[in-house]
């Protein structure tokens, strides 16, 4: 079984530990006591001076402090101790942690929302994000560890929230595990905003604790990270909604029906963004089922491998697209939706998002791809639409015809592209010129009042034209 990982996108500060190898693996724990990890309590007061850095013994007193106190907060105990690593950035860089494999499907997804286009690729720019942004990780690889991310292995910052939000991640694995079977985007979105969220929620918790009451390990005036780096902010935004809106979303579970009903949601995770986004449709409203009637000609196939692959931008994905791109002002996201929240993900345009579904067809070398998204009413549709088409021409578009358009050769996002607005439902197409965009996906045009024949009888028979 493939070892999971996740990991967190937050800056380490805190004190430097020397690099050291990871124990003998993780050791249970039989004391049933919360609050208390193999000889610590979570109110202990540790003698550390963390100017002249940790030594082995002070880090595994600061982890296994850490760890109670996550069990005095939580209400459950950690079944084992969870060992701690340090790698260099370059490791890390070159390790399969770092990178992914990304297709010509996933490069058609991220260019429906016009955030990767031709003069980049996916793999570079989520290479480029993570190599230089992820600060540490959890991994089930051999029962569990935390591993440390560092610019400088023999001078390693260390936060505690990091460290907190990683220890989170071990005890959820422990007890309700860390992989779900997902089948889209936005449903590995929405599960992250659950297994994420609680992470940096207790994260959250611990500092307020840190601040009030607790002796905790001072927080450095500068953080790591390897410095200020170039990234696809439109990429970031994306995935980094579980950190942000899943802290709001576990507080207000947590504050309807407890922890328990934070442990029940491990059996039914929100299943799109939008719930994450907006706690009241948890966990009635995911989101309608989008089915795109297949309208291309022979020369266009979908993509998929053994069956045809279908995506879901999402809420989410979609306010990132349009937040990325100007149309929703820049501002909008630095007024945090809740308490625990770090942005606002939530807007007019894109918060009557009912369900969208993406569909990529291949022609020899060429793509094109096919995407539907449904909202609670025509209103909603209409006002997406809207902004789909400013979207475009933000991205050098030019109007072909009322709802056709045409972005030049020598753009990131070349190519043709078709809107259409039909009730609650719209409709977009990409092609490479104007002329594919019905090969791909053919217009259903409205019925002639010259087809429509009444027949004896209180029936009527239609007669429906597909061009």
């Known amino acids: 079984m493939t070892a999971l990982v996740v990991g967190v996108l937050v800056l380490l500060a805190g004190c430097t530990v020397p690099a050291a190898d990871v124990d003998d693996g993780p050791q249970p724990l039989d004391d049933d006591e919360l609050g208390y990890v193999d000889g610590y309590w979570y109110n202990d007061s540790l003698d550390i001076d963390t100017s002249d850095g940790l030594s082995e013994d002070e880090l595994d007193a600061v982890t296994k402090r850490a760890m109670a106190r996550i069990e005095h907060e939580r209400g459950l105990n ?3 101790t969870v060992p701690v690593e340090v790698i260099s950035r370059e490791e890390f860089q070159q390790s399969d942690t770092a990178s992914g494999e990304y297709g010509a ?9 016009f955030v990767v286009g031709d003069d980049s ?8 994000l993570y190599g230089a942004s992820v600060q540490g990780y959890y991994t089930s690889a051999d029962d569990g560890r935390v591993v440390l991310v560092a610019d400088d292995p023999d001078a390693v910052e260390v936060d505690r929230g990091t460290l907190v939000h990683e220890l989170t991640h071990a005890l959820q694995d422990q007890h309700f595990g860390i992989s779900r079977d997902t089948t889209t985007r936005d449903e ?17 918790i611990y500092e307020e604790r840190c601040e009030a009451e607790w002796e905790c390990i001072d927080s450095a005036t500068s953080g790591g990270g390897g410095g200020q780096q170039s990234f696809n902010e439109g990429l970031f935004l994306t995935i980094f909604h579980p950190y942000s809106d899943g802290p709001q979303f576990v507080h207000e579970l947590r ?15 929100p299943a799109s963004t939008a719930q994450v986004i907006d706690p009241d449709r948890y966990p009635d409203d995911p989101g309608e089922d989008v089915d795109i009637d297949d309208r291309s000609d022979g020369s266009w196939e979908r993509l998929g491998e053994d069956e045809p692959r279908v995506e879901t931008v999402g809420e989410a994905g979609l306010f990132a697209a349009l937040w990325y791109n100007g149309v929703i002002d820049q501002q909008h996201i630095a007024a945090a939706s809740g308490e625990y929240a770090r942005y606002n993900y939530a807007h007019p345009i894109t918060n009557g998002w009912n369900g969208d579904s993406l569909v990529v067809y291949e022609n020899d070398d060429e ?9 609670s009413g025509a209103d909603d549709a209409e006002e997406f639409a809207a902004a789909y088409e400013e979207l475009l021409t933000a991205n050098a578009a030019e109007s072909v015809d009322e709802r056709t358009y045409q972005v030049s050769e020598d753009e990131p996002f070349a190519g043709a592209y078709r809107v259409v607005q039909d009730g609650a439902t719209v409709t977009v197409v990409h092609a490479p010129t104007v ?3 019905g090969e791909v996906h053919a217009v259903e045009e409205p019925v002639p009042a ?12 239609t007669a429906t034209a597909v061009s």
Do not use: I, K
Not at 188 to 204: F, I, K, P, S, T
């Open 255 to 269: 504050e309807r029906e407890g922890w328990e009903g934070v442990n029940d949601a491990y059996e039914e995770y």
């Open 435 to 437: 002329e594919e965009l």
């Open 121 to 128: 690729s996916v793999g570079e720019e989520f290479d480029a």
């Open 367 to 375: 793509y094109a791809h096919v995407f539907e998204s449904e909202w």
């Open 450 to 461: 010259s087809m429509s024949a009444t027949v004896p009888g209180d029936s009527a028979v």
């Open 188 to 204: 590995r979105l929405g599960w992250l905003g659950l297994l994420e969220g609680e992470a940096n929620y207790m994260m959250d």
């Open 105 to 113: 499907f996933d490069e058609q997804l991220w260019r429906s929302t």
């Open 78 to 80: 950690f079944e084992r």
